[in-house]
């Protein structure tokens, strides 16, 4: 790896682990903060915090141990990290946009579906599919019974399989949420028109703060894992080609785990209002 890849990839890791650690320990230590959403930004950033320990840090050391670019066990179990945590933050993710698209889209019943026992639920699957994906990858792999060319097979349809639902419910979602959102803009706007009065009647629409919010993250989201879907086609129809694309795919991954926190703290109303709090008393 060229020199620009490791200041790049240091770079973004240490703003990755800084940005999420502070959203951690800041919804962790506010007791207003502990709400449903909230429960979902912080498993997120747990993802995303170790994505950031995990992708660019663990390459470094392992290549100037070994070389994780070559085959060998190191570069396999350092691999497996990296699908564990990428995968992880994603299904968090999934699992934040679920949560958003039943509070703009179903307000009504938001309540009474997203109770805490089903908050945790959610939070445990999306940990549990890439704990269990990564888990059952590395057995085939260091199983003397399954040879290479099986385990990364598995391995890439599955992934195939998973990028491809994870990308497809975030877009359903977001869609759907940016449906409601024009809806009740065009609302209010004909409203608005109606009523004659010097000011004006209604105020923010309700959900817009979470679609912009949303669309930050699933924009980058979508970014990343368009690079893996391609990766997955590429091993998958060219006779188990290897993809040679983690000089660019791995900074824009860290950089999808570094860009959340900062959209939670422009566009998510509670921590906006705690991190001013804190830039307030570090003045």
Known sequence: M??????????????????????????????RLRTKTNAFIVSLAV??????????????????????????PSSDGITFIRWLFWYASAANLCSLVLDRYNAVVKPLKY???????????????????????????????????TTLTVTYTFASWFCLFLEALLCGIVIFCFVCMLRVVWKHERSARILTRQLRFN?????????????????????????????????????????????????????IIVLNSAINPLAYAIFKRDIKKEFKILLHKCN
């Not at 200041?7 to 320990?25: C, E, F, R």
């Not at 970014?223 to 129809?237: D, E, H, K, Q, Y």
């Open 111 to 145: 309540l009474t579906f997203m109770k805490r026992r089903r908050v945790m639920q959610m939070i445990f699957t999306s940990w549990a599919i890439p704990v269990t994906f990564s888990a059952f990858a590395s057995l085939l792999r260091f199983s003397s019974k």
């Open 2 to 31: 060229k020199n620009w890849f490791w200041i790049l990839g240091w770079s973004l890791s240490i703003l990755t682990m800084a940005g999420n650690g502070l959203v951690i320990l800041t919804v962790c230590s506010k007791q």
């Open 47 to 72: 993802a995303d915090f170790f994505v950031g320990m995990s992708a660019v840090p663990s390459l470094h050391f392992c290549e100037m141990a070994s070389g994780c670019f070559s085959e060998g």
């Open 199 to 251: 000011h004006q009647v209604l105020g923010k629409t309700e959900g817009k703060s979470a679609v912009k919010m949303m669309a930050i993250v699933v924009g980058l989201f979508l970014i990343c894992f368009g690079i893996a879907l391609r990766c997955s086609f590429v091993f998958i129809l060219d006779d188990h080609k290897p993809c040679n694309d983690l000089q660019y795919k791995v900074p």
